[in-house]
């Protein structure tokens, strides 16, 4: 009698782990990190795939943006330049299955994911805490410059409590726009410039009503 009455339950908790929400319909929320502060919506596409928007104002890490400021002497210290930054990315979080399977949360997309990301930085708006964004740029360049970069990352996303979680990534992208002006051999001999180093640590706030 007792195996007839926990067979039924078992069977419903098995079909609701493997049958559960892998990814939110739809979630917002804020985030800040050492270099930046963004706001993000990620809209579910399949089961384990989001779709991501991001704005942000932000110090993208590429060699182009940081300013040289000699200070004394040979001494020369680089400062970061922040600008706002514009980001559409699909994410698949491809462990999110094995994740309900070992009994962990994948709510607000809690998981490890992969994406090929497309960023635009504009120049417009550009700061540095040298103060001053007219000196000369780090590498020869003349002002502040922007970019259109595809960048693939990895990353995860972890969450503390149900408002609150946190996000480590890292990619490596490379600036299309720019890569488009470099035809000649000279030209071409600067490409390290055109790699943007995608490093995040965030902490994240999803904001709405609670489910």
């Not at 079909?15 to 919506?41: E, P």
């Not at 004394?72 to 990315?89: H, M, R, T």
């Not at 007219?134 to 595809?150: C, Q, R, S, V």
Request: include cysteine; glycine fraction near 10%.
């Amino acid at each position: 009698m007792k195996n007839t009455f926990l067979s039924p339950l078992l069977l419903l908790f098995f079909f609701s782990v493997s049958n559960g929400q892998l990814v939110d319909t739809s979630i917002s929320g804020i985030q800040a990190g050492l270099l930046g502060v963004w706001w993000h919506n990620e809209s579910k596409l399949a089961h384990r795939w989001a779709f991501r928007t991001e704005i942000g104002y932000a110090a993208p890490v590429y060699e182009r943006n940081l300013y040289r400021e000699e200070v004394s002497g040979n001494e020369n210290y680089l400062f970061p330049v922040f600008q706002p930054v514009f980001c559409i990315e699909p994410r698949w979080y491809y462990n999110s299955r094995k994740r309900q399977g070992n009994s962990n949360n994948t709510f607000h997309n809690s998981g490890n994911y992969f994406t090929v990301a497309f960023q635009y930085n504009p120049k417009f708006l550009a700061y540095s805490p040298s103060g001053n964004t007219n000196e000369p740029l780090a590498f020869d360049a003349e002002e502040p410059n922007g970019g259109l970069f595809i960048t693939p990352t990895w990353g995860m996303r972890r969450n503390i409590n149900y408002r609150w979680n946190f996000e480590i990534g890292a990619g490596l992208g490379i600036d299309i726009s720019e890569t488009q002006k470099r035809i000649t051999v000279k030209e071409a001999g600067h490409m390290g410039n055109d790699f943007v180093f995608n490093i995040h640590l965030r902490i994240g706030y999803k904001y709405g009503m609670k489910e």
